[in-house]
C-alpha cells in the first residue's frame, strides 16, 4: 500500500503529538498524591505507566510508518 505525502505527514505529527504529550502526562501521573501510598508504587500508578508506555510503543510506530511512507511517497 502507498499513502501519499499528506497522510504521512499526518502520521509524523501524530508520533510527535504522543512523545510531546504523554510524558508530561507520566510527570502528571508521578507528582499525583494517589501514585504513593507510603513511598510504595500503588495500582493507580501502575495503570497508568502501562498506559504511558503503551501508548509511546504505538505512537512511535505510527511515526516510523509516517516516516517509512514519507520517504516512498512520490508526490
Do not use: E, K, Q
Not at 512523545?19 to 501514585?35: E, Q, V, Y
Not at 495500582?43 to 509511546?56: K, Q, R
Not at 510503543?57 to 509516517?66: C, D
Request: hydrophobic letters at 60%; charged letters at 15%; zero cysteines.
Amino acid at each position: 500500500m502507498l499513502i501519499n505525502r499528506r497522510w504521512a505527514a499526518f502520521l509524523i505529527a501524530v508520533g510527535v503529538w504522543t512523545w510531546i504529550i504523554w510524558p508530561r502526562f507520566g510527570l502528571a501521573i508521578w507528582n499525583d498524591d494517589r501514585s504513593f501510598d507510603g513511598g510504595a508504587p500503588t495500582s493507580f500508578l501502575w495503570v497508568h505507566a502501562l498506559l504511558i508506555t503503551a501508548s509511546l510503543a504505538i505512537g512511535t510506530t505510527v511515526g516510523v510508518l509516517g516516516v517509512r511512507a514519507w520517504r516512498r511517497a512520490a508526490d
